[in-house]
């Protein structure tokens, strides 16, 4: 089969390689119909989560039709259409009997290699995310392996396209568990999320399905901030303005009540932090530039929450604690237990709360996915989201 | 019951409420030093080098007198302080009182402390829970023979039970003679919130060729701590989900050059696979 394959820092590329076998009897096998790039893929494009390995295959936003079974698996069967989420669960320890999916005990056979880097215990496995979390083959594929397919494969019976309900697999619940984990006040709180990349425009617009009386979003790239602006959004364009004097007018000095990091340790952005964050990465010094967490912390309203679901891989540096701890902020982070969200979120696709498949900018082939790379990080030609078609002829862009 | 006698460590005993301990129950921590202290036998070594080095330093080249001196100086250090400064930099722990090395951990499984105990108890079945062991022989219902794996051929000793309260704890001892002298326990308490068992598991041995011996087995890779660490996820994840989650002989843009290594090297990846039981004692 196809399959995109991690060749080295910055380079990706599509290769030939052994069609995926069941390993174990819980496996199932995915012939997989779409799948799309995630912001998070850059870090791995571009080198910043340890332990990738040349040759793995990446994605881990993928759906398709279930092709194989292995005997154990009880609620899938040959033939059903399935979106499965980007982390790997057991369903039995006691994280996911909690609904903590994503930080099951007993799925990430490279445990003692994140016990290593991050001390304590790991969470789950993902697919494609480095052998840190496991060490899956990814889904920008046309097959994957997919273990755990009871707990991991959840069917799509409704007629809802593949570009409609894709996106329950990360970015929908990764924004929405951002926002949940506000605990917005209906009516009252005003939501801040920096970022208007995919998982930034989820987090806004369920920001909004949950109640918020004004959702505000920061970024510099002007057609992300008109997606956001389309659904009612306001924005802030930081390269035009101070960004924290900007956010005080809009709350009348108070600060959002919450705000949300949908950047993560990437953040671009400008003074002495955002330049010794970058000298520091560069040289590998540190993995971390947190611009962005920097200003959700100095903008956010005493009392409030910073949630993160942008992604953090180290450590930091000049964090404003001082500021937290004086206004007494509320810190939540971490994987997405996507599948806690996957029905209670599709139900609301199908009631036409929202239609996901807004955020797609590119839509492409598989063997058009290494441009495609560089064209979502270097953010060209308007590109925000990018769903592949594994099986599909090179016929350029949509 | 068997009180505890005979040099077993001290003051790790619970209290016995009822038939199972609970996360209520204090467990004593074990007294225990990052580092270790070197034999009388290692100390005199290193004095005697660190000496030799140093008179050696008394004449040559004016470089080599100051490389020599300096180097006998340290030496002479080490052999004061007494403290194996590999050891203090591996982070091997030391029972401050016997000079036992001390490796634990533990691990929350959700099943009842009974039924975790009973597969523990059974002790033909601990080589399949401690990769380290090849074989426990039971000889009656108190002694056992057990064999390790050793970087030449294996090592045995006979062992025996010092302390079995159901479903709570069971301890054992290597009998005198043995050639490694070595003890151990294994704690199942209630964990909160119905979470099921928290399984502590404490060795103890006094590794041959002293802190030096410890020192060469970790670099060598036989780290006892990560081999238990291994051990009890391998035990948690057969109790909770009957297998072990792996990607070993997943597809990868490795996968040719892959398959062509692994044939080659049979079997070598740890934790993610069932051992084999007729693991040769020779390989690892």
């Known amino acids: 089969m196809k399959a995109l394959i991690w060749q080295g820092t910055n380079k990706v ?51 398709g039709e279930v092709v194989e079974v292995g005997k154990d698996v009880k609620r899938l069967k040959v033939g059903d259409r399935v979106i499965v989420p980007f982390n790997i669960a057991c369903g039995l320890c006691d994280h996911c009997t909690r609904g903590n999916y994503s930080a ?100 806004a617009r369920s920001a909004q399905m949950l109640g918020a009386a004004k959702v505000i979003i920061v970024d510099r790239v002007p057609e992300r901030l008109k997606m956001a602006e ?39 952005g400008h003074g002495p932090g955002a330049l010794m964050d970058t000298a520091k990465q560069k040289m590998r010094l540190n993995f971390d530039r947190i611009t962005a967490l920097r200003w959700a912390i100095l903008s956010c309203a005493k009392g409030g929450t910073v949630s993160m679901p942008g992604v953090y891989g180290g450590l930091v540096d000049k964090m404003p604690m001082g500021a937290a701890f004086a206004k007494g902020l509320v810190f939540r982070m971490g994987q997405t237990h996507t599948h806690r969200y996957v029905r209670p979120l599709l139900a609301h696709i199908e009631k036409g709360d929202i239609d996901p498949s807004f955020v797609i900018t590119h839509r492409a082939t598989l063997d058009e996915a290494p441009e495609l790379y560089k064209t979502f990080r270097e953010k060209h030609d308007g590109c925000i989201k990018v769903v592949l078609d594994p099986w599909g002829q090179a016929v350029g862009k949509a | 019951m068997t009180p505890n006698q005979s040099g077993m ?71 004061a302080q007494g403290k194996n400064p590999l050891a203090t930099a591996l982070k091997i722990q030391q029972d401050p009182d ?97 979470r099921g068992t928290e399984v502590i598991v404490r060795l103890r041995y006094k590794p041959p060729g002293g802190t030096a ?31 072990a989650p792996t990607t070993e002989g997943q597809t990868s843009g490795r996968a040719a050059s892959e398959a062509k290594k692994l044939a080659g090297k049979g079997e070598q990846m740890q934790g993610n696979k069932q051992r084999s039981k007729q693991a040769d004692g020779g390989t690892q």
């Open chain 2, 9 to 79: 460590p001290s003051g790790k005993r619970l209290p016995a409420h009822g038939s199972a301990a609970s996360f209520e129950d204090p467990l004593e921590p074990q007294a225990s030093t990052t580092g270790a202290s070197m034999t009388l036998l290692e100390r005199g070594v290193v004095a005697v080098a660190g000496a030799s080095l140093a008179a050696l330093g008394l004449r040559g080249h004016p470089f080599a007198r100051i490389a020599l001196m300096g180097a006998g100086i340290g030496l002479s250090i080490v052999a």
């Open chain 1, 230 to 268: 389309a659904a009612g959004i306001e924005t802030i364009n930081y390269e035009q303005t101070d960004v924290l004097i900007a956010l005080r007018e809009a709350t009348g000095g108070r600060g959002p009540d919450h705000v949300i990091d949908a950047v993560g340790l990437e953040a671009h």
């Open chain 2, 98 to 194: 016997t000079g036992e090395t001390l490796v634990s951990d533990a691990v929350t499984i959700a099943k009842p402390a009974d039924a975790l105990y009973a597969i523990w108890r059974k002790l033909d079945n601990l080589p399949q829970l401690m990769t380290h062991l090849q074989e426990v022989r039971v000889l009656d219902d108190k002694r056992s023979h057990w064999t390790v794996k050793a970087p030449v051929g294996t090592v045995g000793w006979d062992a025996e039970i010092t302390a079995d309260e159901p479903g709570q704890r069971i301890a054992w001892q290597s009998l005198p003679g043995a050639s490694i002298d070595n003890s151990g326990e294994v704690i199942f308490r209630t964990a909160p919130g119905k």
């Open chain 2, 213 to 243: 011996g410890a020192v060469v087995a970790r670099i060598a890779g036989q780290e006892p701590s990560q081999q238990l660490r291994d051990d009890l996820m391998r035990f948690k994840r057969e109790q909770e989900l009957g297998f």
């Open chain 1, 104 to 203: 099951c005990d007993n799925t990430n056979p490279n445990h003692r290699m994140a016990e290593a880097l991050y001390g304590a215990v790991s969470g789950g496995g993902l697919f494609g995310y480095s052998h840190i979390y496991g060490g899956y083959a990814g889904g920008q594929a046309q097959y994957v392996r997919v273990p755990f397919a009871d707990v991991g494969g959840f069917k799509i019976e409704s007629n809802l396209r593949d570009d409609q309900v894709l996106f329950l697999t990360d970015i929908f619940p990764t924004g929405y568990q951002a926002a949940e984990n506000c605990n917005i006040v209906k009516g009252r709180d005003v939501v801040a999320v920096f970022g208007a990349g995919p998982v930034g425009q989820f987090a």
């Open chain 1, 13 to 63: 590329g599509i290769e030939t390689v052994p069609d995926p076998t069941l390993l174990l009897p819980s496996d199932a096998i995915v012939k997989i119909t779409s799948t799309a790039i995630c912001g998070s893929d850059l870090h791995l494009l571009d080198g910043y989560i340890p332990s990738m390995e040349k040759g793995d295959i990446m994605g881990h936003e993928f759906m």
